[in-house]
């Protein structure tokens, strides 16, 4: 049975906030989506996540937030990610990194999806590669 993915790129302030609200449940709807990924590192003020910011991204239909270097820029991150396996950071920061890097989620059609977040390494810090921790 084919599994719809819907990916959204990286969700930036209350702009990008309004239009997820405003189209992405006629987004699902129109291509019966099963599963909705976003990027939600920026959501919050252009840079940075809160915990009230995801929890609003989940009550519109995201299933599961990605995120990269600027999920640490808003403290109260480092706490909502301990607690929350919805909000991914990136799998190939170094061991001890608050959070998890992947995880498996079930559709509500029952189906596992299994998701991995990575960070590259272009113009960026000098993280482990992205491609070798995929590997492992």
């Not at 809160?50 to 599961?64: C, S």
């Amino acid at each position: 049975m084919p599994v719809k993915l819907l990916f959204i790129g990286d969700i930036v302030g209350k702009a990008g906030r309004q239009a997820l609200s405003r189209e992405l449940h006629r987004v699902v709807d129109r291509h019966l989506v099963d599963f909705v990924i976003a990027n939600g590192e920026n959501a919050a003020g252009g840079f940075g996540l809160t915990e009230e910011v995801a929890r609003d991204l989940f009550k519109l239909g995201v299933d599961v937030i990605t995120s990269g270097n600027h999920i640490w820029d808003k403290k109260d991150a480092l706490d909502f990610i301990r607690r929350e396996d919805r909000l991914l950071r990136p799998a190939n920061y170094p061991e001890g990194t608050p959070g998890y890097g992947s995880a498996v989620f079930t559709t509500a059609g029952g189906i596992k999806i299994a998701v991995l977040n990575l960070e590259g390494r272009v113009f960026m810090n000098n993280l482990e590669c992205p491609f070798r921790t995929a590997d492992r």
